[in-house]
């Protein structure tokens, strides 16, 4: 990869051997318009950082927290591994733009969709581990997804944000908040949707994701920020 030290400096990481780095950047649509280069795409990847990712939110969370019971545990690491907290933060790196894949998949957007992001977050983890092992991989995650941990936890947004956004609105505008499908784009196996947070019928957020319900948790958490910040 000609960019291979720019990611590297990104993401604070050197690669023993690069291709691991390549193939954990590699969409699957990348693969449609490159048949005859013998590249794997980065889903396996994401499986195993998926389960790397796990582990050590886990582990933190279990050291950090002896009191707190499974059930507040879990929800505390979803909050920090769901799409969206993994897609902002492989944006803050500016990794997206390394992302290899098909022109029309980068043409509608690919490379700042939260979960091709998200997706991508994994991959990489799954790289770092199999090039570098688990110590590695738990600097880059506490200086990545681990260093919003006390916000998560202080003002608690790991409850569902959907709940969360409702007793805020209800508490500020006296009413509860509806969702509306805005728009959706991309083929029945890959689809996109864009969901519209509102007031009455003022729009305060919009959300997207790969099913409806994902897309208003995004519009959801979107409208809390809005709101705590004023």
Same mark, same amino acid.
Request: net charge positive.
């Given at each position: 990869?000609?960019?291979? %030290? ?20 590699? *969409? ?5 318009? *490159? ?134 609105? #209800? ?11 805005? %728009? ?6 890959? %689809? ?9 019928? %003022? ?9 409806? #319900? ?17």
């Amino acid at each position: 990869m000609k960019d291979r %030290k720019e990611i590297e400096e990104k993401l604070g990481v050197t690669f023993k051997n690069p291709r691991l780095l390549k193939t954990a950047l590699t *969409h699957r649509s990348y693969l449609n318009e *490159h048949r005859g280069m013998n590249l794997k795409n980065n889903e396996r990847f994401e499986f195993l950082g998926d389960a790397v990712l796990e582990l050590i939110i886990s582990s933190e969370l279990f050291r950090k927290y002896p009191k707190k019971a499974e059930g507040e545990l879990t929800a505390i690491r979803s909050a920090l591994v769901r799409t969206e907290s993994l897609a902002q933060e492989l944006r803050l790196l500016g990794i997206g733009d390394h992302i290899l894949m098909s022109r029309g998949e980068e043409d509608s957007g690919g490379k700042d969709k939260d979960f091709i992001l998200a997706n991508t977050y994994e991959a990489v983890l799954g790289a770092i581990y199999l090039d570098q092992g688990l110590e590695v991989c738990e600097d880059f995650v506490k200086r990545t997804v681990l260093k919003k941990l006390n916000r998560v936890v202080n003002q608690e947004l790991f409850i569902d944000p959907k709940t969360r956004v409702q007793e805020l609105i #209800q508490a500020k505008y006296k009413v509860t908040p509806t969702y509306t499908l805005i %728009k959706e784009h991309g083929p029945d196996h890959d %689809k996109t949707f864009t969901v519209g947070l509102k007031v009455g019928k %003022k729009v305060m957020s919009k959300g997207t994701g790969v099913s409806k #319900q994902k897309a208003e948790e995004d519009a959801a958490s979107q409208c809390i920020e809005k709101l705590e910040e004023k």
